[in-house]
C-alpha cells in the first residue's frame, strides 16, 4: 500500500479514535455539517451601451441573454472573477433573423421575431408564423400554443394560425402560463387577466394601480407593486395585502421551487430565469447574475444593482 494511503488511513482513524474519548468524556465535538453557502458570478456586455432585457435558461443550465444588442451568451466568469456577455452566434438562421424576445418553454429556448415564433430546439420543429409585428412579449403552453403581445396587443398562436387577437386597455408588462389550471395570465400596470385557451375569452381577474410584476405559486397570484406587494388567491379571488412590513416599491417578483418568494428592487422590471434544482438565472439594466441554492455546487448571485 503507498505510503500516502497509509496515512490518510492512520489520520482518519486517529481522528475518530479523538472523538470517542472526547465524547466519553463529556466533552463538546465539533461535527462538520454541510450548509449553503451564496456566491455571485458578475456578467457585463462587452459592448458599452448594452441594455439587457431579459434573460432565460434551459434545461442543461445554458443561459441566453435578451438585450439592445441581439442575443448574447456568458464567457468565462469564475468566482471572484467577472465574466462577460457575447454575441451569440451559433445559429447563421437566427443571426440575420430581427429578434425581439425570448422565453423558455419547456426546458428549451423560444424567440420570437416580427415574423413567427420559433425555437433551435426540436430539430426546429416549433415554427408558428404570426400577424404581429412588434411582438415582444410570449409565453407558452402545454400543447406549444403561445400568447404574444407587443405590449397593448395580444395574439393567441397555434399550429393552426393566429385563433384570436385583442387589445387590451393599459401597458401590457409581463406574461405567464398556469400550468395547474392551463391559460394564460396577463400582468397590465393595472389589472390581472386570464385568457382562456379553451373558450378563447379574455376575463379580468385584479383590478389594481402601480403593478410592476408578478408570478404564480399553486393556487396564488404574487403581486408587486409600487408599495409593496399582495397576493390573490385564484380560488376564492380574496386579495392580502399589500404588506405593511414591506412599504416598498417592488419591481420584481420570482416564486422559485425551493422558497417561498423573492422580492427584487432595481433598475427595470426584467424576469428571473428558473433553472434546474432551483437555481436562478438574473438580468439587470447592467448586468448578469446567476444565482443557485444547491449545497456543493458553485453558487451565482441572484441579482446585479
Given at each position: 500500500?503507498?505510503?500516502?494511503?497509509?496515512?490518510?488511513?492512520?489520520?482518519?482513524?486517529?481522528?475518530?479514535?479523538?472523538?470517542?474519548?472526547?465524547?466519553?468524556?463529556?466533552?463538546p465535538v465539533?461535527?462538520?455539517?454541510?450548509?449553503?453557502?451564496?456566491?455571485?458570478?458578475?456578467?457585463?456586455?462587452?459592448?458599452?451601451?448594452?441594455?439587457?432585457?431579459?434573460?432565460?435558461?434551459?434545461?442543461?443550465?445554458?443561459?441566453?441573454?435578451?438585450?439592445?444588442?441581439?442575443?448574447?451568451?456568458?464567457?468565462?466568469?469564475?468566482?471572484?472573477?467577472?465574466?462577460?456577455?457575447?454575441?451569440?452566434?451559433?445559429?447563421?438562421?437566427?443571426?440575420?433573423?430581427?429578434?425581439?424576445?425570448?422565453?423558455?418553454?419547456?426546458?428549451?429556448?423560444?424567440?420570437?421575431?416580427?415574423?413567427?415564433?420559433?425555437?433551435?430546439?426540436?430539430?426546429?420543429?416549433?415554427?408558428?408564423?404570426?400577424?404581429?409585428?412588434?411582438?415582444?412579449?410570449?409565453?407558452?403552453?402545454?400543447?406549444?400554443?403561445?400568447?404574444?403581445?407587443?405590449?397593448?396587443i395580444i395574439?393567441?398562436?397555434?399550429?393552426?394560425?393566429?385563433?384570436?387577437?385583442?387589445?387590451?386597455?393599459?401597458?401590457?408588462?409581463?406574461?405567464?402560463?398556469?400550468?395547474?389550471?392551463?391559460?394564460?395570465?396577463?400582468?397590465?400596470?393595472?389589472?390581472?387577466?386570464?385568457?382562456?385557451?379553451r373558450s378563447?375569452?379574455?376575463?379580468?381577474?385584479?383590478?389594481?394601480?402601480?403593478?410592476?410584476?408578478?408570478?404564480?405559486?399553486?393556487?396564488?397570484?404574487?403581486?408587486?407593486?409600487?408599495?409593496?406587494?399582495?397576493?390573490?388567491?385564484?380560488?376564492?379571488?380574496?386579495?392580502?395585502?399589500?404588506?405593511?412590513?414591506?412599504?416598498?416599491?417592488?419591481?420584481?417578483?420570482?416564486?422559485?421551487?425551493?422558497?417561498?418568494?423573492?422580492?427584487?428592487?432595481?433598475?427595470?422590471?426584467?424576469?428571473?430565469?428558473?433553472?434546474?434544482?432551483?437555481?436562478?438565472?438574473?438580468?439587470?439594466?447592467?448586468?448578469?447574475?446567476?444565482?443557485?441554492?444547491?449545497?456543493?455546487?458553485?453558487?451565482?448571485?441572484?441579482?446585479?444593482?
Amino acid at each position: 500500500m503507498p505510503a500516502r494511503h497509509t496515512l490518510i488511513i492512520f489520520a482518519f482513524l486517529l481522528s475518530l479514535c479523538r472523538t470517542s474519548a472526547q465524547n466519553r468524556l463529556g466533552q463538546p465535538v465539533h461535527i462538520d455539517r454541510a450548509f449553503l453557502q451564496d456566491y455571485s458570478i458578475k456578467y457585463t456586455p462587452i459592448q458599452p451601451g448594452t441594455s439587457l432585457i431579459s434573460v432565460c435558461a434551459d434545461r442543461n443550465g445554458g443561459i441566453r441573454v435578451f438585450s439592445s444588442s441581439g442575443l448574447l451568451l456568458t464567457h468565462d466568469g469564475q468566482f471572484l472573477y467577472p465574466g462577460t456577455l457575447r454575441t451569440d452566434n451559433r445559429y447563421r438562421t437566427t443571426v440575420t433573423k430581427k429578434i425581439q424576445g425570448l422565453s423558455a418553454h419547456k426546458g428549451q429556448f423560444v424567440l420570437v421575431d416580427d415574423k413567427a415564433v420559433f425555437s433551435n430546439a426540436w430539430a426546429g420543429s416549433l415554427f408558428l408564423p404570426h400577424q404581429l409585428p412588434g411582438a415582444r412579449l410570449l409565453a407558452g403552453g402545454a400543447e406549444d400554443e403561445f400568447l404574444i403581445s407587443d405590449g397593448s396587443i395580444i395574439h393567441y398562436v397555434t399550429k393552426k394560425g393566429t385563433l384570436y387577437q385583442k387589445a387590451v386597455e393599459g401597458n401590457i408588462l409581463d406574461i405567464r402560463h398556469d400550468n395547474a389550471r392551463g391559460g394564460f395570465l396577463i400582468l397590465t400596470s393595472g389589472s390581472v387577466l386570464r385568457f382562456n385557451h379553451r373558450s378563447l375569452a379574455l376575463e379580468s381577474m385584479y383590478q389594481g394601480k402601480g403593478l410592476t410584476s408578478f408570478d404564480l405559486s399553486k393556487d396564488k397570484v404574487w403581486l408587486g407593486t409600487q408599495d409593496g406587494y399582495l397576493t390573490v388567491d385564484l380560488r376564492s379571488m380574496a386579495v392580502a395585502g399589500p404588506s405593511e412590513n414591506y412599504q416598498l416599491q417592488i419591481s420584481d417578483v420570482y416564486v422559485p421551487s425551493a422558497l417561498k418568494y423573492g422580492l427584487g428592487r432595481i433598475k427595470a422590471p426584467l424576469p428571473f430565469a428558473p433553472m434546474e434544482g432551483s437555481t436562478t438565472t438574473r438580468a439587470s439594466v447592467g448586468c448578469l447574475g446567476r444565482w443557485s441554492r444547491i449545497s456543493g455546487k458553485v453558487l451565482t448571485g441572484p441579482r446585479c444593482f
